[in-house]
């Protein structure tokens, strides 16, 4: 299968690339807090929305792309509607909670994508107790993309075999991808202590 | 449901977070504690297949799909604390590099899914199990039924403080649509741990932390 990494621009030589990593979180807490707070009123959103495109332009992220990976909210977004519009203005709460949603997803979007994987779980160990979270998301995004494919092998296995899959047969599915992850966990703890890790 | 940020105002973030980020570090303290590093990798690879769970979108007749929370099913594994926490770290990735739901709002989301699906949940369970253990399957097809719609009430109350929606009007939509998320769960949990439970027993044998 054909993966997307996120962080394919982040080994561009643009201008948030070259910011450090935490220095980068903590102005992306800063924004999203801003955005959370700002009163509701279209001028005080103008700034941020200018802000986001020369972020976009000045780190040499394809605009089509970013508006691609922000358009995955627009399902939630949806259902949010639905339920906003039973309250008085609620069409007007909904579209400053769309735009604050808007912007907030851009500006996670650009920290992430400027941002490699590796640096990040290097920031993440830096936090409290972020040493177990590290190691986990490390775990994370490095099989991750494994178990999608493995889920898709075994799936397109049983539809090459007459079957297709209904609930059930889902559930034994992820039943047999979580025996897989638990060998697999073996096997890589036996890999981990052959190459020097030590359990502390 | 996932909350994307700019939908809950700053005292429902900032209660959300405290409550989820302690119970966060809580957690931790708990699983270093008390967790064999050898388990490590299991928490990972586990952690890695709760994401994949979440993201998979499983078809249902009609044409829609859903995507499953699987938080109880890895809480009866791993148990609550090891289940809250990997729960919560998947919910965070996805809101980092797939969009869904918010970076402030993770302590809403995590509230509603991890802390229901893995803490409420697991202890329900050993609760009811406790009382009536002939109910086994039984229980692990409404429990889960059961956090999925404590999440999404959860979920509504959230909004309707940060002044999102009415309650009231949104209730019986939101519930609908969590009941039938609910039965999808229970008899997605029901099948995955009997299945378990037939193949490879000794995963359900594993320290529960």
Excluded at chain 1, 2 to 9: A, L, Q, R, V, Y
Excluded at chain 1, 110 to 135: C, N, Q, R, Y
Excluded at chain 2, 142 to 171: A, C, D, Q, R, Y
């Amino acid at each position: 299968m054909k993966h997307h990494f996120i962080d394919e621009f982040a080994y561009k030589n643009g201008f948030l690339q070259k910011v450090n990593t935490g220095l980068k979180a903590v102005l992306l807490i800063l924004l999203l807090l801003c955005v959370l707070v700002i009163p509701e009123k279209i001028l005080f959103y103008i700034p941020f929305i200018i802000l986001i495109f020369m972020f976009l332009i000045f780190s040499k992220i394809s605009f089509m792309y970013f508006l691609k990976r922000i358009l995955v909210i627009f399902p939630f977004l949806l259902v949010l509607f639905f339920l906003s519009i039973f309250k008085e203005n609620g069409l007007r709460i909904f579209l400053f909670s769309f735009l604050k949603s808007l912007i907030s997803i851009s500006f996670v979007f650009l920290f992430v994508m400027t941002t490699k994987m590796a640096g990040l779980s290097e920031f993440i160990k830096k936090i409290p107790a972020g040493f177990l979270i590290s190691d986990i998301f490390s775990f994370l995004y490095r099989y991750f993309f494994l178990l999608q494919d493995e889920f898709e092998k075994m799936k397109r296995a049983m539809v090459s075999k007459g079957k297709e899959p209904k609930l059930k047969d889902y559930a034994l599915l992820s039943g047999n991808l979580f025996i897989r992850s638990y060998e697999r966990s073996e096997r890589v703890l036996k890999a981990m202590i052959s190459r020097g890790w030590k359990i502390k | 449901m996932h909350i994307p940020d700019g939908f809950l105002d700053l005292k429902t973030v900032s209660a959300t977070n405290v409550f989820s980020l302690g119970f966060l570090f809580y957690s931790i303290k708990k699983i270093t504690k008390k967790l064999n590093p050898e388990r490590i990798p299991l928490l990972g690879l586990s952690c890695a297949f709760i994401f994949t769970l979440q993201v998979i979108s499983f078809p249902l007749p009609g044409g829609t799909t859903v995507h499953l929370s699987g938080a109880f099913f890895i809480s009866l594994i791993l148990g609550p604390f090891s289940g809250f926490f990997i729960t919560f770290i998947s919910l965070f990735i996805q809101a980092l590099i797939l969009g869904h739901g918010g970076i402030l709002t993770i302590g809403a989301n995590s509230l509603n899914i991890a802390f229901t699906g893995c803490v409420m949940g697991y202890y329900f369970y050993k609760f009811f199990e406790g009382l009536f253990p002939s109910l086994k399957t039984l229980w692990i097809f409404i429990i889960p039924f059961l956090t999925l719609i404590t999440g999404s009430l959860l979920l509504l109350v959230e909004l309707s403080i940060s002044g999102k929606i009415l309650f009231s009007k949104s209730l019986f939509p939101v519930l609908f649509a969590h009941v039938t998320l609910g039965i999808i769960e229970g008899i997605f949990t029901v099948s995955a741990i009997s299945f378990l439970q037939k193949v490879k027993p000794e995963i359900l044998k594993i320290q529960k932390i």
